[in-house]
């Protein structure tokens, strides 16, 4: 399957600890998405690459998170000081080009305790 | 800035009957727009999207939509359901990069 893969699936951890996501793109995507979902929520848009390049972030997007995308293939997402109101699923997309449809991962569902 | 609503939280069907999920949008621009399906424990999967083309929008597993641009609706449409329908459903208004979701609709659907 060459789809949008992210790990872990899952993620429990202590508030005030780092946590760190991956999400590996579509190979041939150029562009990659963050998105945040919490309970009886759609997704909001966290922060996007196109490439290497760091194009948008949200407001959603505290100095806490950092998100990167080195060598413009699979991205990290990293939450440091972790509250527990960052307890959500996070999921990543990928899209070859900006008209076309997103791809999404399955997400990483993250509980801060 | 764009915005969506989807008008019902949760639609209850029986098997067989159609389907009806709807959704408003708001753009200062000539948006696309999709209907997202996602099933427990899956990911996000594209059921359709409009980008200006026809009006009526063909997607996958007998799902259809109609833009409005008068009503300023994208409404989700199925002749008939099926179990394996049962899942949220999610319209997404989408102007380049900047996706805006709706809350989605829970569908179930009835044996």
């Known amino acids: 399957d060459t789809g949008v893969s992210q790990d872990p699936r899952h993620k429990i951890t202590k508030r005030g600890q780092n946590v760190t996501f991956r999400c590996d793109p579509i190979?041939?995507?150029?562009?990659l998405y963050w998105y945040r979902q919490t309970l009886g929520q759609g997704p909001e848009f966290l922060t996007y690459f196109q490439n290497e390049a760091q194009l948008e972030k949200s407001r959603l997007l505290s100095d806490r998170f950092s998100a990167e995308r080195p060598k413009g293939s699979f991205s990290t997402l990293e939450i440091q000081r972790t509250e527990q109101g960052d307890s959500a699923m996070y999921l990543c997309?990928?899209?070859?080009?900006?008209?076309?449809?997103?791809?999404f991962g399955p997400g990483t569902r993250l509980t801060v305790l | 800035a764009q915005s969506v609503t989807q008008l019902d939280s949760h639609v209850s069907v029986s098997e067989g009957t159609p389907v009806l999920l709807r959704c408003n949008y708001s753009s200062s621009y000539s948006p696309s727009l999709f209907w997202y399906v996602q099933h427990p424990n899956k990911g996000l999967q594209l059921l359709l999207k409009y980008t200006s083309a026809a009006t009526l929008v063909k997607g996958i597993n007998g799902f259809e939509a109609e833009f409005k641009k008068s009503e300023t609706s994208f409404h989700l449409t199925k002749p008939s359901a099926h179990m394996s329908d049962a899942a949220e459903y999610f319209c997404v208004v989408s102007v380049g990069h900047d996706m805006r979701f709706g809350a989605g609709t829970r569908l179930t659907v009835k044996p």
């Open positions: 997309a990928s899209s070859p080009d900006l008209y076309n449809e997103q791809f």
């Open positions: 190979s041939e995507h150029n562009r």
